[in-house]
Nanobody
Framework: QVQLVESGGGLVQAGGSLRLSCAASRRTARSYYMGWFRQAPGKEREFVAAIHWSGGRIYYGESVKGRFTISRGNAQNTVYLQMNSLKPEDTAVYYC???????????????WGQGTQVTVSS
């Protein structure tokens, strides 16, 4: 069982930045891919970014390429999502997730955090 806890969401003006954190439980987490998804009201859950704990494989969704950066801190079992140049359309609940294999589909992730709200004002 992998437990995930997100933090770092909040309200920010367009053009601003936020950094989300996802703390993973120590057991088995290091063999997983860690991903970030987001879901806005009335929309499907959207892939944002994913990284393997080794750091060697990183993936981004098209809508965030060049603006968001995913990274991990080995000692703390934490994955980060640095979000720059935020836009109002980035407003959503952001979820951290863990998967056995590299995938961009929500159904491929076995474990999920509770989500953190990000609101970008225009």
């Amino acid at each position: 069982q992998v437990q995930l806890v997100e933090s770092g969401g909040g309200l920010v003006q367009a053009g601003g930045s936020l950094r989300l954190s996802c703390a993973a439980s120590r057991r088995t987490a290091r063999s997983y891919y860690m991903g970030w998804f987001r879901q806005a009201p009335g929309k499907e859950r959207e892939f944002v970014a994913a990284i393997h704990w080794s750091g060697g494989r990183i993936y981004y969704g098209e809508s965030v390429k060049g603006r968001f950066t995913i990274s991990r801190g080995n000692a703390q079992n934490t994955v980060y999502l640095q979000m720059n140049s935020l836009k109002p359309e980035d407003t959503a609940v952001y979820y951290c997730a863990a998967a056995y294999d590299a995938t961009i589909t929500p159904g491929g992730y076995q474990y999920w955090g509770q989500g953190t709200q990000v609101t970008v004002s225009s």
